[in-house]
């Protein structure tokens, strides 16, 4: 069945794409490319998400607090003012379905009257208000895990089982959501690649993505452009294409249902290229 994001919905039978926008001046990939003498564009900031859209994006992730190892948090009018009128207008002018990236019970509410199909929340509606606030809008979340703040998360991570700890808090998380009145299918989880993890954390998470994909939500997954790209290739971050994709075809392999990217065009080419193999394995079972 497909999944009901607002006005749209989605089968995610196949894998599917979010294109990502960031309408911060200090995300790590694509920070500050939608501003103007210090003010962001929102004419710019709706070409890219026009652009992403063509080259095949499911969805488009707006965003406007940096949640960047050391990100600094910004105030709740300032995240509003960076990101309710681009929902509305990648929602409305483009008719596209959007996420919005918020863990503010304001910006949630907000974005939802603007026409957003989707909260993607970091935290996984722990902030205060959030998770009522989430609710009441009547739309599916995507609860992610991380271990601490952006601002401290990756000094010092520490886990006994990367995969059991993840695993423990996303079912903990479901089950406040459900107590809360969500439905089942109004949920996806996310493991939360590079929130309070090392790189061998990162790299266990992704060999064992199949246990997280088994609980039976749909999962969506962030790999694009990441550090640790950077710790096992030594690119720097306009570099790491070829490893993005790898990633993105071995989450899918392992269960993702969607792949979170910054190169659009690229990672669809290679889900196209997964689904045909899949396909034809389809065809030729007995």
Known sequence: MPVIFGDHSLDLSRPRIMGVLNTTPDSFSDGGRYYQSGRLSLPLALQRARQMLDEGADMIDIGGESTRPGAIPVSEQEELDRVVPVVEAVAGELGALVSVDTSSPAVMRESAAAGAGLINDVRALRREGALEAA????????????????????????????????????????????????????????????????????????????????????????????????????????????????????????????????????????????????????????
């Open 135 to 286: 609710q009441r809008t009547g739309l599916p979340v995507c609860l992610m895990h991380m271990q601490g703040q952006p601002d401290t998360m990756q000094k010092q991570p520490e886990y006994r089982d990367p995969v059991q700890e993840v695993r423990d808090f996303l079912l903990e998380r479901c089950e406040a959501c459900l107590n809360a009145g969500f439905q089942a299918d109004q949920l996806l989880l996310d493991p939360g690649f590079g929130f309070g993890k090392s790189l061998e954390h990162n790299l266990e998470l992704l060999r064992r993505l199949r246990e997280l994909a088994d609980l039976g939500y749909p999962l969506l997954v962030g790999l694009s452009r990441k550090s640790m790209l950077g710790k096992l290739l030594g690119r720097d971050v306009a570099q790491r294409l070829p490893g993005s994709l790898a990633l993105a075809m071995a989450s899918v392999q392992r269960g993702a249902k969607i792949i979170r990217v910054h190169d659009v065009a690229a990672t669809c080419d290679v889900l196209r290229v997964f689904s045909a193999l899949e396909d034809q394995a389809g065809a030729h079972s007995p």
